[in-house]
């Protein structure tokens, strides 16, 4: 199928045709790039359907979003919170009412199932309607009790200015609005940009904040995937940019931050995992295999707290495997449009070829293959598929074990104590997400402390919401997203000091 004919039949599989957008955002205007180049957006289930040609965009392009977000933010950070507060009501209104359209968009240009596209979409919702409510709770100052009777002390929390949003692929709708929902309900502006591989439920959330009646240059959008260097540095080197949230590798996390220190930008971190999920002898089985699969395969296991080293007590081990096994082949990969199909794809050939090389290295250093395919597949030329898998006898010399694996590849090692589980789910250099599967609260309060990681999951596979703060330690960056503390990322504190003598 033609690129041409690929836009048709994609915008036609929409309810809103229009919001199907492939121009970039800046103001007023949807656009070419300055480089007069684009490149094609392909659908992971099948490998190579062009489902969007969208601009390659260059460092004039940035500046010019970047202007755009300075001339609105003169106005708009005078909006009040209440107002800001009812406009991020409204744009998630219209989320939710278009959330059929938005989950299509994020089945085509991720490959995740309906199921979790619709999940992802309530999700991204959340952070709306979270922020909806903080706009004005995260607005409010304090009166200090001075020390010098002449004088009267408050603060006031201000919007930092323009905002920059570097958005990943595995969950491109919800990371932008748990940026852009608190940049907006702080008074900021917004030039985002999302991954080169799933540019489309951004641009069409773009859509909708217009709709919702934000000011043209409030949320302004470029693309690229082949020119990303270049885009970043100027985003990165841009003096106005006063403010750079990531979603990403903490191999990109570190470049951001050194491209930023020139104009020492206040920054959000949400960078890599390893995590790990221990299982003690006391588990409840079932708890443990839910958790584990629904930490190890939702969006396929690529998701930045997905399940990466699987800890087993001694005393659990075996049962646990065989229960974990006949659970995993229930599990059906294929089409994301396809209702009885619970894994979609990975997103490009080379995450396939990832998952493939992690098997191949445990399977060389003495792991063993408990289920799956063997010998480990190759990407096919049917999608971008790495079927489930299970490896034990996991040792710390495997690549598994110190890389993110970002796939439906279930790595299992034994170990006997406490302290030795501690000491494997801690010899990371990274820190976000960790999950422990116990009836014992104490061993759950002692090891909770212990773990090095910014979430831990006790008894469950899923340890994100809106409300909880999303964020990591070590090299896993830095800056909570959501929450009470998300809005404060965007924000300044300013301390007046009056002479009232
Ligand atoms: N901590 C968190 O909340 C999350 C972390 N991640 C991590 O992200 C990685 C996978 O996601 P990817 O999108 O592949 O990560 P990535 O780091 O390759 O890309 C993240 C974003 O940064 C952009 N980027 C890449 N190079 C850049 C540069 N030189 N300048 C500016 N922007 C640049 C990408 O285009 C994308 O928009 C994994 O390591 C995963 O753990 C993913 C999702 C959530
Ligand atoms: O992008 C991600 O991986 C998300 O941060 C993980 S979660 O918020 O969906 O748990």
Redesign the pocket.
Known sequence: MSATNGHTSEGSRLKDPSLFNTKIVVGSRRLDSHSNKTFDVVYPGDGKTVIATIPECNAQDVNDAVASCRETFATFSQTTARQRSDMLRKLNDLTLANIDDLATLIVRENGKTRAEAVA?VK?ASSFLAWFANMAEIGAQGETIAAANPNMRIHTMRQPIGVVACLL?W??PL??AT?KIGPALAAGCTCIVKPAGETPLSTLAFAELVKRAGYPDGCVNVVTTLDNVAEVGKAICEHKHVRKVSL?GSTRVGKLIASQSAGTLKKLSM?LG?NSPVIVMNDANLDKAIEGVLMAKL??SG?????ANRILVQNGIHDKFLAALKEKIATYKQGDGEDDSVKLGPLITARAVEKCRAHVEDALSHGATLAYGPSPPPTPSSGGFFYPPTILTNLTSSMLISSEETFGPVVAIRRFETEEEALEIANDSDVGL?AYLFTTDLRIAARMTAKIETGMVGVNTG???ACESP?GGVKESGFGR??SKWGMEEYQIIKAVTTDIS
């Open positions: 992802e999700y990943p595995n969950l919800a990371m748990r979603t949400e995992g939702r969006t690529q998701t930045c707290v997905a997400g899923m340890l994100s999303f997203e959501g």
